[in-house]
Every structure is written in C-alpha cells, then in structure tokens.
C-alpha cells in the first residue's frame, strides 16, 4: 500500500528509523516525527549495537549504518571480580552515545525528506494522518489510553543509569563489595571520553544504603539526579573509575519495566519499539528491537493491500523474535539479580555463566570466539586441560563432594526428588524448594523434558548448590547434555541424570 500521510509520535530511535525507511520507500507519502523534547534533549547515555544488529541495519540501509559505526566505539567485554579480571574479543560490539545515535538519525530522517516537529506533547488520537506509527516508549500514553492489552512486570532489582568522563578500554561487568551489600555494574565506553556506567543492586541492600530515602526525597518530577547516591557509589566504585567522578543525567534508581501487549495495533494506529514491548537492559536490545521494528513495518506496508494487513503482517513477522528476546531478557534479568551469589567462581568460569545465563551461547559456540578462556574455565573446573568432545570431558570429570567421591558427573546415589515446574527459581516457590533441599543429603531436580524448564532447573539446582551446599543433581534429555555440560562447568549443578531423548 502507498499511504499519503503518516504521523510518528515519538522521536526516539524507533520512530525516527521508521520516518526515514518509509520516505525512502515512498517518496510521495507526506511523513511527519512528532517528538515531544528538543533536538539535542535526551536521556541516558550510551547504548549497544552488536553485530546482528548492525548487519541487519546495514541490509536496511547502508547509509545510517555507515554513520552510526562512524559515531560508535568498538570495545572488547571484560569481567572483573576483586583483582581478577578475564577479556573477550568482539570487534563489532559497539557503544554509542543515545545524544550521538538521534544526531544521527534525524540527519538522516531530514535528508530522506522526514518534517520534524519538536517540542510539543501529542496524542496519537489527535494526529491527522492515514495511519499512525506510535513510537512513544515505554511509559507510552498511546499503550496506556488504547485497546492493545498491555501489561508491565517489574523487575525485583534496581538499577541507576550514570555515566563517566573517561574511556574504559572495554565494557567491565564487576562487583563491589560495601557495607550495605553488594553493587554490579554494567560499563562500557561509547565515546572517546565517556562510558556508561550503569550500576545495579537488590531491594535489601538498597534499602540498607538509605536509597530508598534518597529516591523518595526526589520527587516525580524526574529532573535531578539522585545525587547522594552517586556521590557514594563514586566511592564505592573509586577503583574501577580510576577516580573518576559519576555523572548524572536525571538519575534516579528504578525497577526495570517489562511491556508485554496482546496486540500491537488498533484502528490505524501501530505500536512500535519500547512501547510495545521491552527487553531487559543486561541483553542491550531495546535500540535493537525498536530499529528492527522499523524495518519490519515498512517491509510490511510496501508488501500489503490496507492498513489493516500490514500491521497483521507486521506483527506476525515480529512476535516471535520479540518474544524470544524477552524470555532471553527475562532468564539474563534473573541472573544478574542474583549475581552477588556467584562471586565466588573464578573469573573463567564466570565468563562461562554469564554466557550461558539465558541459553542462547552454547559453550563451543563461545569456545570458538574466546578459546582461551574458555580453556582455562574447563581447567578450573575439571583440574586438567580439556580434550576430546566437550560435553563428554565435561560429564567425565570426577568430583569430590563431602567426602563423596564420584567417578564422573552421571554417576549419581539415591537422592531426594526436588520437583521443579516454576518459572523463576527466586520466586516464593522457589524459596520453598530451596529450604526443602537444605534439610537433605542431597537433591536431584527433576522436571519436564523441554528446554526451557532444563533451563530453570539448572538455576533453581544453582541456587540450592549456593545458598544449602547440598549436593545437587538435574534430570534432562541426553539430546540436551550440553546444555547440561554448561550448566556443570557454570557451577548450576554438581552431578546430571541423563534421561532417554525424547524425539
Ligand atoms: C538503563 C538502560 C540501558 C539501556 N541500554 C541499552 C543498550 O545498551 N542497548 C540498547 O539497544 N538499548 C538499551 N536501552 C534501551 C533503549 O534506550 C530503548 O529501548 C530505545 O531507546 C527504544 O527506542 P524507542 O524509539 O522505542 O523509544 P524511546 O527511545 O524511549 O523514544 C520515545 C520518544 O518518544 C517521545 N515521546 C513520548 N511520548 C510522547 C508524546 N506524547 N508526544 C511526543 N513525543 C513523545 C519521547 O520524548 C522519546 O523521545 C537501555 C534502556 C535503559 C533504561
């Protein structure tokens, strides 16, 4: 279809993608970005664009891409925990400044013929235009006010969004250890004198810090920075910012909010980006998501005979995809939330677990990108250098376990049965099982054969193994043991029942 005049509400980068691809496709159509704040006017700082994403920006065009990559910093990832520290090379992750990332995009909007209109609030439903493309983020009035069956899960951890005025040579995950508890953060550089920083903790230590008393003293209007907090964090953090100071731009500690909607249109309007759906921060998918939106939208439209079909199209192309990455978003979210209690791993395998967290990068999958340390968390874990297949060496390693000895990790004695079907192993049922395995000798979790409850019940094991010190085994599919093996060399579990595959 050839629409005549589209609006955009929202000048972020999904609504700003999409202005530029449909002009691009239809030269005629009259389309216009309705953005609230000014031009150069944002929040945050820096955000990450991996390689998929980039590929397939650069399919969609070549020409934004090529400036974004301009504007961008690659970096390497690192972990660091107290004076160890472990690298991995990724020469096409790269950071880019939020301010960098619009500058980009509305150049590119304007030249394809785009009208910006800046400064003023709008609603969709006030917006003279044959359809309406709501890219308006995630606290989206449009959702709000409309029929799209939206819902929001709030995230149990807090999170402040800062940066610094400095480079890193790397994105750093690293713990700091304080009076109050346990701070994470997530860091990376997007600019040759700034890096994000974004720091993360639990209810219980953000409470004891006083921080819930610095964020309510805020107020809602969302201006300040929650200056107490990062005056104490710079402290905290002293080390890993070489004395460098922690910048606020209107940061205050939030709960992150996961959209999910029924349905991404109604009438001739159509969500898209944070407005329809978010994935948590810790997968650094949200820009991705939205761009990615864009290009399924316009691809629709070109390809369908009315509105209707398009956005029918649209959502069909982009539900599971979305959806996927919001499970992936979901499990990496429950991971970094009880991060403080896996610490103790040697950086190596830590590496390892961060990798593995939501079951998308298999561990030879990521031996081929970072062989050495994957080679030395194989070591650590098995007390010699890994040959042969990887999941076999993996299961044929002996272990010790008070004062038990096992040949290798399927041997496994008669143990109490822990049966698993919850989908967050922090949830209350999950406190339940964990204080039922502590009174115990040692567990076995069992569950049904799919992937995705193997994979709960490799976090719910984990938190038994940490938390009881019991010894612990999981029941999965033979055809599913590496992800078993990762599970054992990630510190999930101790030992593995294989049980028959179930295709
Ligand atoms: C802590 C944190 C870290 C993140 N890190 C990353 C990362 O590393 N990588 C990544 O890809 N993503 C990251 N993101 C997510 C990313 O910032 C968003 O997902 C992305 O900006 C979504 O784009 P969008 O266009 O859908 O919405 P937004 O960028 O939120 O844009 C929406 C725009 O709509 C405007 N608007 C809203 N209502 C109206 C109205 N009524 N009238 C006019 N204008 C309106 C707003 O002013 C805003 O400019 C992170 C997010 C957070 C919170």
Redesign the pocket.
Known sequence: MQPRRVAV?????????TARLLKLANPACDVRV????DPGS???F????AAG?QRKLEAADPDTLRDLVAAGLRHDMTMRVGADSVRVHNDRLI?IA?TEL?AVLQRHAEKAGVELDFG?????GDLDADLVVA????????RENGSFGGRIDVGKGL?L?CGTDFALDAAMFAPVETDYGTFVTHA?PYSGDRS?F?IETDEETWRRAGFDTTTAALGSAGTESDETSLRFLEQAFAEQLRGHPLIGNRTRW?R?RTVHCDRWSSGNTVL?????H??H?SI????????E?AIALVDALGEAENVGAAFARYEQVRRPSVERLQELARRSRLWWESFPSRTGLPVERLMVAYMSRAGNVPLDRFATTAPDVVRAALEQYGGEPAVGNLAGWVLGRPLVHGGRRFPDRTSVPELETLACALDDPWSPEGDELVARARDTDGVLVTGPPARPALLTRLDLAERVRLETGVLTAVEGPAELRDDLADGLVSGRTDLVVLTEETA
Not at 272 to 276: T, V
């Open positions: 509400l929202g000048g972020g980068p999904g609504g700003l993608y309705y953005e609230q704040g944002t929040f945050g820096g955000v990450g664009l994403t950071g939020r619009l003023t609030r709008r609603a969709a890219a308006d983020g995630v606290g989206s009035a449009t999170y969004w990376y994000t974004l939030l992150f898209l980006g944070d407005a329809a978010t994935a921060f650094g998918s949200g820009t991705k998501l939205a761009m939106d």
